[in-house]
């Protein structure tokens, strides 16, 4: 490296942790930037605000659902861009027993307990640790501290995520927790909505999807898992080749809205990265692939997104975007069958995606 690059380098460097500075005890919007690759995050719940990049004819346009503001999250029920935690996903009667004791956890969903309780890690501030908008790498740390007894969960957890840009157009997210003095269970998610034709394109119904994932775990009316594993062999669950999501989503239980379920991945082990699901949206050419070293993905056809008011103040409807939320299993807590999500102090939990986006003509 010259010397003038090394010195852009610092520059970029200390043009990023000043910017995090300035906005420690705030809320904010921060950018990472690298070249027409833009996404934006706020400290609110660790949210991705948005992602913008071309579509087959280079024009840009964002593909996630969101709000302008910090405050409208604020608001939010749907957990648009967030960090989901400390546990994401149900937990039955909203309650387990670790070590013979008994925990009593925030029943936000009925009985149930949903992502983590009222506030979880997605209705919190986090703070921002470290931020470099440009440069080779450009990515945004932030962290949050959950306390003993939070939304009924025992201990204190640190939590971290990085977003990061490696290149264009891959979109990194490394999630992380250390128990800092009890054993808990941990299972964080990235809660995006993707529409990948652009948040104001309508729904997701006309797009591919494929996910690498030969199994379920079948819910009752609850959506609590009810411990077993079914093929989607023959059903509306099989995404293993792509297929249009019009399809199967018709096929659905005339009950059910939408998707809502979790999928198994194919060939899961221990911290290696898997491919986990593709999105291919035709009119745009985009493509996006996620791999992930999670055991589950959660598919959410944003069946209770009703008449939200979003980025613009465009309209979000139901299928407005999907989410594949990587992460343990719905209620692993109470299904000992289920890999463990119990994290122990000095034991760390690690939780990797990784996002690439292309374009098919
Ligand atoms: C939040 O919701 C309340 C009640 O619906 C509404 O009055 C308020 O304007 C909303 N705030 C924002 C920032 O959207
Ligand atoms: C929660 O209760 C309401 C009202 O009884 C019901 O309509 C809804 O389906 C329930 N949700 C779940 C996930 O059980
Ligand atoms: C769904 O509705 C269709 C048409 O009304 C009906 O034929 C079918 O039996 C229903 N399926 C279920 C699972 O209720």
């Given at each position: 490296?010259?010397?003038?690059?090394?010195?852009?380098?610092?520059?970029?460097?200390?043009?990023?942790?000043?910017?995090?500075?300035?906005?420690?005890?705030?809320?904010?919007?921060?950018?990472?930037?690298?070249?027409?690759?833009?996404?934006?995050?706020?400290?609110?719940?660790?949210?991705?605000?948005?992602?913008?990049?071309?579509?087959?004819?280079?024009?840009?346009?964002?593909?996630?659902?969101?709000?302008?503001?910090?405050?409208?999250?604020?608001?939010?029920?749907?957990?648009?861009?967030?960090?989901?935690?400390?546990?994401?996903?149900?937990?039955?009667?909203?309650?387990?027993?670790?070590?013979?004791?008994?925990?009593?956890?925030?029943?936000?969903?009925?009985?149930?307990?949903?992502?983590?309780?009222?506030?979880?890690?997605?209705?919190?501030?986090?703070?921002?640790?470290?931020?470099?908008?440009?440069?080779?790498?450009?990515?945004?740390?932030?962290?949050?501290?959950?306390?003993?007894?939070?939304?009924?969960?025992?201990?204190?957890?640190?939590?971290?995520?990085?977003?990061?840009?490696?290149?264009?157009?891959?979109?990194?997210?490394?999630?992380?927790?250390?128990?800092?003095?009890?054993?808990?269970?941990?299972?964080?998610?990235?809660?995006?909505?993707?529409?990948?034709?652009?948040?104001?394109?309508?729904?997701?119904?006309?797009?591919?999807?494929?996910?690498?994932?030969?199994?379920?775990?079948?819910?009752?009316?609850?959506?609590?898992?009810?411990?077993?594993?079914?093929?989607?062999?023959?059903?509306?669950?099989?995404?293993?080749?792509?297929?249009?999501?019009?399809g199967p989503i018709k096929q659905l239980p005339n009950d059910s809205r939408g998707f809502d379920i979790n999928y198994v991945v194919?060939?899961?082990?221990?911290?290696?990265?898997?491919?986990?699901?593709?999105?291919?949206?035709?009119?745009?050419?985009?493509?996006?692939?996620?791999?992930?070293?999670?055991?589950?993905?959660?598919?959410?056809?944003?069946?209770?997104?009703?008449?939200?008011?979003?980025?613009?103040?465009?309209?979000?409807?139901?299928?407005?975007?999907?989410?594949?939320?990587?992460?343990?299993?719905?209620?692993?807590?109470?299904?000992?069958?289920?890999?463990?999500?119990?994290?122990?102090?000095?034991?760390?939990?690690?939780?990797?995606?990784?996002?690439?986006?292309?374009?098919?003509?």
């Amino acid at each position: 490296m010259s010397k003038v690059s090394i010195f852009l380098c610092f520059i970029v460097l200390s043009f990023g942790i000043v910017l995090a500075h300035s906005s420690k005890n705030g809320l904010g919007i921060y950018e990472i930037k690298k070249g027409d690759f833009s996404v934006k995050v706020t400290n609110y719940g660790a949210r991705v605000v948005s992602v913008v990049l071309p579509d087959k004819y280079g024009k840009l346009a964002d593909v996630v659902l969101g709000f302008d503001t910090v405050k409208e999250y604020m608001n939010d029920t749907s957990h648009f861009g967030a960090i989901v935690g400390r546990v994401a996903n149900r937990i039955a009667g909203a309650k387990f027993t670790l070590n013979g004791k008994v925990y009593k956890l925030d029943a936000n969903e009925n009985t149930s307990m949903l992502h983590g309780g009222k506030n979880g890690f997605s209705q919190v501030a986090w703070k921002v640790k470290k931020h470099v908008k440009y440069g080779r790498s450009p990515y945004i740390t932030l962290t949050y501290h959950s306390v003993d007894g939070e939304e009924g969960f025992p201990g204190d957890v640190l939590a971290s995520v990085t977003y990061a840009l490696l290149e264009p157009y891959k979109l990194s997210v490394t999630m992380k927790a250390k128990a800092l003095n009890k054993a808990t269970p941990v299972n964080l998610a990235q809660h995006s909505y993707w529409n990948l034709g652009g948040h104001t394109s309508g729904n997701i119904l006309s797009d591919e999807l494929q996910i690498f994932a030969s199994h379920i775990t079948p819910v009752d009316q609850k959506l609590i898992p009810t411990g077993k594993f079914a093929s989607v062999k023959n059903t509306p669950y099989d995404f293993l080749k792509p297929r249009v999501i019009n399809g199967p989503i018709k096929q659905l239980p005339n009950d059910s809205r939408g998707f809502d379920i979790n999928y198994v991945v194919d060939g899961h082990k221990g911290q290696k990265m898997k491919p986990i699901a593709m999105v291919y949206n035709k009119k745009s050419g985009r493509v996006m692939k996620l791999s992930s070293n999670a055991p589950g993905v959660q598919l959410y056809t944003g069946n209770y997104v009703i008449d939200v008011k979003g980025k613009g103040g465009f309209i979000y409807k139901p299928h407005a975007a999907l989410c594949l939320e990587t992460q343990g299993f719905p209620d692993a807590v109470n299904h000992p069958n289920f890999p463990s999500q119990i994290v122990y102090p000095g034991k760390d939990y690690e939780h990797g995606m990784l996002f690439v986006f292309s374009i098919k003509k």
